[in-house]
Every structure is written in structure tokens, then in C-alpha cells.
């Protein structure tokens, strides 16, 4: 059996970061050069890619389309991508700056119709679903929506 590590790479205003349990308040920064970073990824032998805009994953409007154009035009790294995703028209402009795949989340819990036909549209193979969850104090599992900024009655 053999599987495939995607190397992550989440930005937030335009530095490469990490969040605590998807709190915006508790990051560690990790550098300002996120396709540097990726290069890295590509020079050590990686295939693929994951990339994450922080900033459109809780306020919509995805802002990396230059860096994954970038990327894209490097040629060695397939781009798997997302934050923010919120239409169809979303998912078009990822696929149309490089991405090989659109990372969609919460909208799937919001407006799952939509996303159904977007699946029907762009297809299985190019549409990644990622609910994340987290348990809330009193012990039950939550779909956080928003960038992790609003938890869902799920």
C-alpha cells in the first residue's frame, strides 16, 4: 500500500502560517515567502501541493491566485486549493488560475445542493471535500463554518 504526502502550505496576509485549532489569534509564522516555500516542496521531490487562503476562508474572496498561478507555471507541483470557496464561479477561477483541485468546506454544509451540481460540473476527481470538526466544551463534535469562526448546529 503507498499513499501520497501533500506538504501544506496556509497563508495569511501573504505569510505562511499555521493556526491553533483554526484560531486566527493563535498563529505561528513561518516565513513571507509562501512560493519560495513551495519550491522547497517541489525541489525535495513533492507532486503535489496543498494551499489554503486563510483570509478567504473567513471573509471570502480568494487572494492567492497570483502564487498559484505561479506555481502552476513552475510546472512540478499539482495544486490542490481552497478558502472561501463560496460559488461555482469560485471554483472556475481556482481551476482556471492552476489549480488541479478546489478544496471546497463549509459551503458543503450550507448549501450542499450546490455543491452537488458542482460535483456534477467539475467532477469527483477535482473537487475535494474538507469538513473539519471540532468537539465543543460540552463534549460534542461541531462542523465549524467560516474559516472556523462560526461553529454549525451539525
Not at 36 to 64: C, E, K, N, Q
Not at 98 to 127: K, Y
Request: neutral net charge; glycine residues 12%.
Amino acid at each position: 500500500m503507498s499513499f501520497v504526502v501533500y506538504p501544506a502550505i496556509d497563508v495569511r496576509g501573504g505569510r505562511v502560517v499555521r493556526l491553533r485549532q483554526g484560531d486566527y489569534a493563535q498563529e505561528t509564522r513561518y516565513g513571507n515567502d509562501p512560493l519560495t516555500l513551495a519550491m522547497h516542496y517541489a525541489d525535495a521531490g513533492s507532486r503535489w501541493m496543498h494551499l489554503v487562503d486563510l483570509d478567504a476562508a473567513r471573509d471570502g474572496g480568494y487572494t492567492l491566485s497570483p502564487l498559484l498561478c505561479e506555481i502552476a507555471k513552475d510546472g512540478r507541483l499539482a495544486v490542490q486549493t481552497g478558502g472561501g470557496v463560496r460559488s461555482a464561479g469560485d471554483v472556475q477561477a481556482l481551476f482556471d488560475a492552476g489549480a488541479e483541485r478546489v478544496v471546497v468546506g463549509s459551503v458543503a454544509i450550507r448549501d450542499p445542493d450546490s455543491v452537488c451540481i458542482w460535483l456534477q460540473r467539475f467532477g469527483t476527481e477535482r473537487l475535494v471535500l474538507a469538513l473539519d470538526a471540532r468537539r465543543d466544551d460540552g463534549g460534542t463534535w461541531r462542523l465549524p463554518l467560516r474559516g472556523w469562526t462560526q461553529p454549525s448546529g451539525a
